[in-house]
């Protein structure tokens, strides 16, 4: 599904995944919804939880 993605993705390549916008991105991040670890100024998240949420929304 998401097989050209590396195991830890940022942002940009989260809305890339799924046709969304950053500020749903991070929306979805300050909810909880989506799990990131703040590394810096960047946020970090799992392709692993990406696709988790895919499937439960």
Do not use: W
Request: with cysteine.
């Amino acid at each position: 599904m998401f097989d050209t993605f590396t195991d830890i993705v940022n942002v940009n390549e989260v809305c890339k995944m799924l046709h969304i916008s950053k500020n749903t991105v991070y929306a979805l991040i300050q909810s909880g919804e989506l799990p990131a670890k703040r590394i810096g100024r960047i946020y970090r998240i799992r392709k692993a939880d990406v696709i988790l949420f895919c499937s439960t929304s």
